[in-house]
C-alpha cells in the first residue's frame, strides 16, 4: 500500500479530482426523426455537490445538477445548459447526457465518443481462441 503525504501526494494519487470539463460528442434522434450529434461540456461533479443531492434529493436539485455540468459553446464560450434546459430536454438526449455525465465522474478518456457496444459482432470463441498475456502466478 503506498503511503501519501499532503495534499500534492492525494492529487498525484487522482484523491482531489480535475474538474476540468470533459468534451463528448452526443448522438441522438430528435423528436422529428432526425438524427442529431453536438459536442458538449461535461463538467465532473464535486464531491460536495454529490453529497449535496444525496441530503436533498429532488427533481430540481437533479435539474440544477445536470444544468451544472453540461456545458454548451455559445460564441466562443462555455456556458452552463441552465435549470430551465435541463428540465426540458428531449428524453433521449437527457438519457444520454446522463450517461455522458457517469463516463466523465468515472474518468473516463478525455475528448472522446461513446463507445459502441460491439457484443453483437463477437462471439464467445473468438475470446475463448485468444490466450491471456498474464503471467501465471507460482
Known amino acids: 500500500m503506498k503511503k501519501l503525504r499532503g495534499l500534492a501526494g492525494m492529487k498525484s494519487a ?12 452526443i448522438d441522438w434522434r430528435g423528436d422529428d426523426g432526425e438524427d ?8 465532473p461533479m464535486a464531491f460536495g455537490m454529490a453529497m449535496d443531492l444525496q441530503l436533498e434529493d429532488s427533481p430540481d436539485k ?8 453540461i456545458l454548451v459553446e455559445e ?5 452552463p445548459l441552465g435549470t430551465d434546459n435541463a428540465r426540458a430536454l428531449n428524453s433521449q438526449l437527457g438519457f444520454k447526457l ?16 461513446p463507445r459502441k457496444s460491439s457484443s453483437a459482432n463477437s462471439s464467445s470463441t473468438e475470446s475463448a481462441a485468444e490466450p491471456s498475456q498474464k503471467p501465471v502466478s507460482a
Open 14 to 25: 487522482g484523491a482531489i479530482r480535475d474538474l476540468a470539463p470533459v468534451m463528448k460528442t
Open 36 to 43: 442529431y450529434s453536438i459536442d458538449v461540456h461535461v463538467k
Open 62 to 69: 437533479r435539474a440544477a445538477a445536470i444544468g451544472q455540468m
Open 75 to 79: 460564441a466562443g464560450k462555455l456556458v
Open 98 to 113: 446522463l450517461t455522458a455525465i457517469n463516463q466523465a465522474m468515472a474518468g473516463e478518456a478525455k475528448n472522446s465518443r
